[in-house]
């Protein structure tokens, strides 16, 4: 199998940790790392160890003039997104945008359009739809093992603090356009992507804990006609938060921490059927009570066999590889990353937060 040539615009915690950490891994036998672009000095001197035979520059502009580049990874600034991926565009370049794939819904859709202009390919770096938890989801969903969904609780919560450039809305950080790709994209799975989903409520504050002016509270409720209700937080002040998904059905809850999972449910028909009472309820002494029982119920726990950051990262390329070199679809396209987008920037607008920086 041949492989294809990246290049790769970024090298921090997702340049080197995520992408990266998968070329350089045994699960990659689809890319080889050819050029490594970034600013700073030190950054681009051990990439030269860490990808043996690349070459690195300080400007990606260098990568204009290479012939041999089948993809480019933009995992620079979120801020940057959207300008550097449109000259790689206009440059006939492959591109491979880290979340968010840009600002507005506006530059998402010229992104989009220029691709198809220029006849290359553009998709967002999504890789929590290749996540072994997310693929259970929606299996538990459609094998109505807990009954008809009727609410999803996402929560990417913690009681800590930051104070990056994720935390400036000048460089389009803060947690709905940071953390927010993730569990929004999950919501968008859940709802199965129905065309009348929307964001039905949202609430965006910077609780001054961390530093910066970004939205270090989100929450977002997100939903269509007949379908469960999505409600996620992304918060950085819940010292209590023990789940990362949970979903209510009508006969049952799943919940996970991303690698652990854990289901409980009754089954139809095992249990003695109940009639309403329209009167008092007592006990066998004839005391007041209240309804008791012992249900049957079933239980089950697992551990996933790896999370978004590893299997997701890996299944992401393998389905790149096929798009560029067969033309197949992928399961995550630029279409969902731009709605992704659309409720970001809706629930911004909904709650503006004055800028410090
Ligand atoms: N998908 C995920 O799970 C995930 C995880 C982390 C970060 N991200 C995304 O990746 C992007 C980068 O975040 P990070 O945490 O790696 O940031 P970082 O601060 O750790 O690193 C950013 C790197 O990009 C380089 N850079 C910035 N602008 C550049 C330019 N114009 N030319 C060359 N190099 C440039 C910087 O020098 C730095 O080394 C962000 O958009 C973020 O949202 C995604």
Not at 55 to 74: A, G, H, M, S, T
Request: glycine letters at 6%; a positive charge; charged letters at 25%.
């Amino acid at each position: 199998m041949k492989k294809l040539n990246v290049a790769i615009i970024g090298q921090g915690r997702s340049g080197k940790d995520i992408h990266g950490a998968y070329f350089v891994s045994k699960r990659n036998v689809y890319f080889n790392v050819k050029y490594v672009v970034d600013l700073d000095d030190y950054r681009r001197k051990i990439s030269l160890k860490r990808y043996p035979g690349c070459e690195v520059f300080k400007d990606y502009r260098e990568l204009f003039k290479k012939k041999d580049i089948d993809v480019v990874i933009n995992a620079s600034y979120s801020d940057l997104h959207y300008a550097i991926s449109k000259e790689l565009i206009m440059h006939g370049l492959n591109v491979v945008v880290e979340k968010p794939l840009a600002k507005s819904t506006k530059e998402c859709q010229e992104l989009i359009d220029l691709a198809k202009k220029k006849k290359v390919f553009i998709n967002a770096f999504q890789q929590t739809f290749y996540a072994p938890y997310y693929d259970d989801v929606i299996r538990i969903m459609k094998h109505d093992k807990i009954g008809k969904i009727l609410e999803v609780s996402i929560r990417y919560n913690s009681l800590s603090r930051r104070w990056d450039w994720q935390t400036l809305q000048k460089r389009v950080g803060g947690n709905a356009y940071n953390t927010g790709p993730h569990p929004i994209g999950i919501a968008l799975g859940v709802l199965d992507f129905d065309p009348k989903l929307k964001l039905v409520y949202s609430k965006m504050v910077h609780t001054l804990m961390s530093a910066g002016d970004y939205d270090d509270y989100c929450k977002l409720i997100i939903s269509a006609p007949n379908r469960p209700v999505v409600d996620i937080e992304i918060n950085n002040t819940d010292a209590f938060n023990n789940y990362n998904l949970r979903m209510i059905g009508t006969r049952g809850t799943y919940q996970t921490n991303i690698m652990n999972y854990d289901i409980k449910y009754i089954n139809p028909n095992e249990n003695v059927k109940r009639v309403p009472i329209g009167t008092f309820i007592e006990d066998k002494d004839k005391n007041p009570c209240f309804c008791s029982e012992k249900l049957i119920t079933h239980e089950e726990h697992g551990t996933y066999n790896g999370n978004a950051i590893d299997v997701g990262t890996a299944l992401f390329y393998k389905d790149l590889y096929l798009a560029l070199t067969k033309k197949q679809k992928m399961r995550v396209t630029p279409e969902i990353a731009m709605k992704v987008i659309q409720i970001i920037e809706q629930a911004h607008k909904d709650n503006p937060i004055k800028r410090r920086f």
